[in-house]
């Protein structure tokens, strides 16, 4: 009895969020509308001013004449199957998280300035938002496994041509995060807000294009939110605790040429690094992680074809003491429901892996299709896939899953 309730507490403390995404807890560009048939590549030269907008800034400068504005928005189906064998909760069960459907909204904006006498300077902005969750409450013997984290993003930026070559581009993030645990009793929902920034380079050769970015680490503390046990302990307030939870900060590089096919032939690839062990929160069960992405556009009349593939290795971290007390997110106790405060020990931060940070895929393929119905307008769709995988988190719980999206958006320039 005393482990089920210290897990059913944990479970419900520690919301994912990375359940629904591609990467880690990120989706990065793979949710743009036309960017997401080519896997979200896009460092070093974008299809969209979307891709520059959510991405790399400096790519900005691609849009210097006038104004286009993207509307659109990308369905999101991951599947995560979970077996625990009952060792950790007291009974043995298997099913799938309910938490299966989310829509990740695209608005962006790219702006010459050339009007005011500023031909190379070209501001952006923009709203998405990436969200995800589990929900195991219909299984019996899971204890009720649930939880949900959404978090709007604003960005706002500009770049600028420094040389016939070489741009710059800076964007701010405002990260407006909600989270929210499922022990009514002893938790509520809670919603902050945090800052990032991302500093960006292209260097163009005409032909070939190279990009860089780097961007820095999204915290947003989720204060009072969780009971922990009675004790009037820092950080949080009487009874209860604060949690601060970051983003990890980027480090990308890419590269694009469109020599093939007289031009009409575009390929990116793109290397971004996720640093998830500097990570506050997610440091205490994922692992640091390498995404590699690769896509292509053919351009035939007023038509564009796209494919792309990408892989990054599973985010979890390998849990080397299940028997130690490890805790997430610097808390090592948890207040227990009835009162009391009960241990995170590894094995249950494992049990938190496998029912809430199981997004293990590791190969996900797209494609995708654009097609110019006016001179101003033009429609982009993709669709992408990341096959079944299968992993053993501990050796009490067995994960599969999977996870398909389909997008569409519309993209107006004038000029």
Known sequence: MKNKILVAAITALFIPVAQATTYGTDVNNSSMPATGGMAG???ARTVEGAA???????????YKEG???TFGATFLDPKIKVDHDGSTTGTAWSGSSNADKYLIPTIAVTQGMGGLGLENLVLGLGLSATGAG????DVPGSLGANGEVIIFMANVGAAYQVTDNLSLGFMGTIGNG??????????????NYGLRATLGATYDMGATSFGAYYRSPLKITYEDYISNGGVATSPGKDTFWSDAWQQPQEFAVGIANNSLMGGDLQINAD??????????FYKDFFRDQTVFALGAQLTTGKAQWRLGYSHARSPLKDIKNPAALIGIGNNFTIGAPGGGQIPVSGTVVQYFQATNAGAIWEDSFTAGFGYQLLPMLRVDTHAAFAPSEKDNVGPANKVEASNWQVGVGFTWAFK
Not at 52 to 62: D, E, K, M, R, S
Not at 134 to 137: C, K, Y
């Open 52 to 62: 520059a907008v959510f991405g790399n800034p400096a790519n900005l400068t691609q």
């Open 41 to 43: 590549a896009s460092v």
């Open 178 to 191: 909600y989270a929210q645990a499922s022990l009514n009793s002893d938790s509520s929902s809670a919603h």
């Open 67 to 69: 104004t286009t504005f």
């Open 134 to 137: 589990s929900d195991f409450r």
């Open 271 to 280: 290397i971004i690094h996720k640093d998830y062990s500097s990570a506050d």
